[in-house]
C-alpha cells in the first residue's frame, strides 16, 4: 500500500488525499515523508505564472533534509490536476527584482496543481521539478478551495502523514 499524506485547508478543513509515488520518486518521496514526521503548516499561495497551483512553502521546522543534494528525479514542466511536485531553490536562483521578487535564501517549494493547463513555469522560464506525489481523493473539493486562494488570497493548509 502506497504511503499517503493529506493536505487540509484548516479554515473549513477541506482535505485531499495524495499517495506518494515512491517508485518513480523515492529520494524526494523518503525526504517529504520525512519532512513530514510532525506535520507542516504554513500558509498556500497561488502561483502567478503557472496557472493552477498552489505552493506551499515548507516550513523551516520540517525542512530537515539536504534538498539542495535531492537529485531530479521524475521531473515535469507540464502537471495534470492533482500532481504534485516539489523543488528547491538557492539563494537568489530566481530572482526577479522587475517585480518585485527578490530571495536571498533558499526556498523549498511544495506545489499542487489543481486544475488544467498548468505548467511549472517562472518568469525566468520553464522550472523542471520532482513529481512525487498525486491527489487520489477529494480533488475537486481541493481545487476549490485553491480557487479561493486565486481569489481571496493566502489561506493556511496543513499537510501531513494519513494514518
Not at 6 to 33: D, G, H, R, V
Not at 81 to 94: K, Q, R, S, T, V
Request: neutral net charge; hydrophobic residues 40%; aromatic residues 10%.
Amino acid at each position: 500500500m502506497p504511503k499517503r499524506i493529506s493536505l487540509t485547508f484548516t479554515e473549513n478543513n477541506t482535505t485531499a488525499i495524495a499517495e506518494l509515488l515512491e517508485a518513480e520518486a523515492p529520494k524526494t518521496c523518503a525526504a517529504m515523508w520525512g519532512a513530514l514526521e510532525r506535520p507542516a503548516v504554513n500558509k498556500a499561495i497561488h502561483a502567478m505564472y503557472a496557472g493552477r497551483e498552489l505552493i506551499f512553502g515548507l516550513p523551516k521546522e520540517n525542512q530537515n533534509f539536504d534538498a539542495p543534494g535531492l537529485p531530479p528525479e521524475n521531473q515535469i514542466i507540464i502537471p495534470v490536476p492533482g500532481d504534485i511536485c516539489f523543488a528547491y531553490f538557492g539563494p537568489n536562483e530566481l530572482n526577479n527584482p522587475g517585480a518585485g521578487n527578490k530571495h536571498e535564501v533558499g526556498f523549498f517549494d511544495f506545489m499542487v496543481f489543481y486544475g488544467r493547463n498548468a505548467r511549472i513555469f517562472s518568469s525566468q522560464g520553464w522550472l523542471p521539478s520532482n513529481l512525487f506525489a498525486r491527489v487520489v481523493d477529494n480533488l475537486p473539493g481541493f481545487a476549490t478551495m485553491c480557487t479561493r486562494v486565486h481569489r481571496e488570497g493566502v489561506k493556511e493548509l496543513r499537510v501531513e502523514r494519513c494514518s
